[in-house]
């Protein structure tokens, strides 16, 4: 099964670079197994369950286990409050962009009456700010839900009956997330996210950087499933989001129609639960509410969430608990510039990270004796700078002047 996963996540990694890739269905097929005996989902702190009334809004306590292994997997707060709020746009239909919803289907789309907060009361009644850190061992995540053990380099999960754990981490080939449906392993219950497209601020990238990866596989985590239903022309058991062919990924036009299409309507490609862009997608429809609210019903998998008070900071009582009982070694500061490649054979490109800008500063290669050979301006955060006309040996590049000057040392081929 590990093989067949590896393999898996190594076919995805020649995948074209710029499509959503969620981990869900395989995950579900060679992870996920419901469990009916167990634990009592019913009963966590003895509060006595009640069903859910009519329109109520379910806020559910959200604990966030960032796990890194240099600085940049250390998202910051104001990357995971990003995520936050993004969530509470989405689940409550106050995302701007749900003006991009085509006309047809904007009397679907739906309000779902669900919102999120960091839990602010621990497992053991502290005081949180809901977001644990924690250094890794690992650099990426190889398999399936060891983020969510500590004795496997993760964080274990609170008390999934009364918090939402979300595992931000590094996952090996472009996984950017995988959520466990209700009604599973408790230990294991929640949501992984990659860091890099956590939140809509921060290091989050390029068409995944709305924060709607954890939009997504929190509907999974309420027991939606894709919207073409993992198959050809597949269903999703949802009876207002139109059959569709396949996925749809990058940003498709209106309409979007396929032989399998029930009107000229077309794909819903619009929906969180298809794999568009973050700015292409933009409604759960009402169907996707009802399925997702049924699951806090009496006697369902999420029910123990009514019941939850970890939202409520002033029921918190003691100190907050230190944030990490691991030694966290010195984080080493990430190169604001890097050079590749080096050995060189033709040209060698200079980037800037973050906010580091190279746009009008001069770059000198040097050879081993101090001899200028080239000297350049560079004109933006990644430049190119020719080596060809050099003989093969050992250069030196500098990068700047006085205190913040960057030196290389560059082996020419
Ligand atoms: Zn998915
Ligand atoms: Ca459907």
Request: proline share 6%; net charge neutral.
């Amino acid at each position: 099964m590990r093989l067949y996963l590896i393999i898996i996540f190594i076919l995805n990694s020649f995948c074209i670079s710029a499509q959503r890739v969620c981990d869900m269905d395989n995950y579900e097929k060679h992870n996920f197994q419901l469990q009916v005996a167990g634990r009592d989902p019913q009963s966590p702190d003895g509060i006595p369950p009640r069903d859910t009334s009519v329109n109520e809004i379910i806020t559910i306590p959200v604990v966030i286990h960032v796990l890194f292994n240099n600085e940049a997997q250390n998202i910051s707060d104001a990357q995971v409050l990003s995520q936050i709020d993004v969530l509470n746009r989405d689940f409550r239909m106050l995302n701007t962009d749900k003006a991009d919803v085509p006309a047809v289907f904007k009397s679907r789309a739906a309000d779902a009456r669900i919102m999120f907060c960091l839990a602010q009361v621990d497992p053991e009644g502290r005081p949180t700010t809901g977001i644990l850190r924690r250094y890794t061992k690992l650099p990426v995540f190889m398999v399936a839900d060891d983020m969510k053990f500590k004795s496997k380099g993760g964080s274990d999960a609170w008390d999934s009956r009364n918090y939402l754990n979300i595992w931000v981490c590094a996952m090996f080939g472009r996984t950017m997330g995988y959520a466990t449906p209700p009604g599973g392993d408790p230990l294991k219950d929640g949501v992984v996210i990659s860091p890099d497209v956590f939140g809509d601020k921060g290091r989050v990238r390029g068409d995944f950087n709305k924060g709607r990866t954890a939009t997504h596989e929190i509907g999974h985590w309420l027991g939606l499933r894709h919207i073409w239903g993992d198959d050809d022309c597949g269903d999703d058991g949802i009876w207002d989001t139109p059959k569709q062919m396949s996925y749809n990924f990058g940003c498709p036009t209106f309409p979007r129609v396929s032989y399998c299409s029930v009107d000229n309507n077309g794909d819903m490609y619009m929906n969180f639960m298809d794999l568009t862009n973050d700015a292409c997608m933009n409604m759960f429809s009402n169907g996707q509410k009802s399925k997702m609210r049924s699951q806090f019903a009496l006697g369902k998998p999420r029910n123990s969430f009514l019941r939850s008070y970890r939202c409520d900071g002033s029921l918190a009582s003691g100190a907050p608990l230190p944030q990490d009982t691991l030694p966290l070694p010195a984080v080493k500061k990430v190169d604001p510039v890097s050079i590749f490649p080096n050995p060189v054979l033709t040209e060698v490109t200079v980037q800037a990270k973050e906010d580091e800008t190279l746009i009008g500063k001069t770059a000198v290669v040097y050879n081993n004796t101090g001899t200028v050979m080239l000297s350049c301006v560079l004109q933006s955060k990644k430049a190119v700078i020719p080596m060809n006309k050099l003989l093969p040996g050992i250069y030196i590049l500098k990068i700047g002047a006085a205190a913040d000057q960057k030196v290389f040392k560059l082996v020419k081929m």
